[in-house]
T-cell receptor, first 110, second 110 residues
């Protein structure tokens, strides 16, 4: 079983629509990270959330860390084709290890 | 551009063979981690090297081994390749909590 469960697995929307991706766990984390990965590339860190209830904004992307620090969400407003990619959440399980969710594949159609 | 370089980018090997993958970490980063990413999955932690010593290992058999050199570059070696070893192998360098990934090596075992 995955430590971090991401949903949905796939998401296909029209340009200009909004979308939300979820990352859930039964464990409590000191922090969660969100990455975006494009085909043929490695994951690129988007944000790290560390405080329960924290909300961080990165242009049209809004990240939220749950109050209990067990879950997180990524919301994209007015999605663009450039937002297409695999979105991964990850948590530091031990000092040396990142544990990733299975990812959400987002496709934004022009 | 993360400054982490992996080689080769693609590789095809036969079952039972051995393979060595290479990673040049970002300047000044003394920690290198290796991940395996199967198609449609999130990356899975293989092991981490810190200052030339293995610093943690995931749930991978001993035929997966590694090295880190004094300049902090690293190698991943896999012996007795199996078909299920086909995956994208990612290297990440870090100097703290934030990890920077290379573009990966796509290994196909036939």
């Amino acid at each position: 079983t995955q430590l971090l469960e991401q949903s949905p697995q796939f998401l296909s929307i029209q340009e200009g629509e909004n979308l939300t991706v979820y990352c859930n766990s039964s464990s409590v984390f000191s922090s969660l990270q969100w990455y975006r990965q494009e085909p043929g590339e490695g994951p690129v860190l988007l944000v790290t959330v560390v405080t329960g209830g924290e909300v961080k904004k990165l242009k049209r992307l809004t990240f939220q860390f749950g109050d209990a620090r067990k879950d997180s969400s990524l919301h994209i407003t007015a999605a663009q084709p450039g937002d297409t990619g695999l979105y991964l959440c990850a948590a530091n399980i031990r000092a040396y290890k990142l544990s990733f969710g299975a990812g959400t594949t987002v496709t934004v159609r022009a | 551009e993360t400054g982490v370089t992996q080689s080769p980018t693609h590789l095809i090997k036969t079952r039972g063979q051995q393979v060595t993958l290479r990673c040049s970490s970002q300047s000044g980063h003394n920690t290198v981690s290796w991940y395996q990413q199967a198609l449609g999955q999130g990356p899975q932690f293989i092991f981490q090297y810190y200052r030339e010593e293995e610093n943690g290992r995931g749930n991978f058999p001993p035929r997966f081994s590694g090295l880190q050199f004094p300049n902090y570059s690293s190698e991943l070696n896999v012996n007795a390749l199996e078909l299920d070893d086909s995956a994208l192998y990612l290297c990440a360098s870090s100097l703290g909590q934030e990890a920077f990934f290379g573009q990966g090596t796509r290994l196909t075992v036939v």
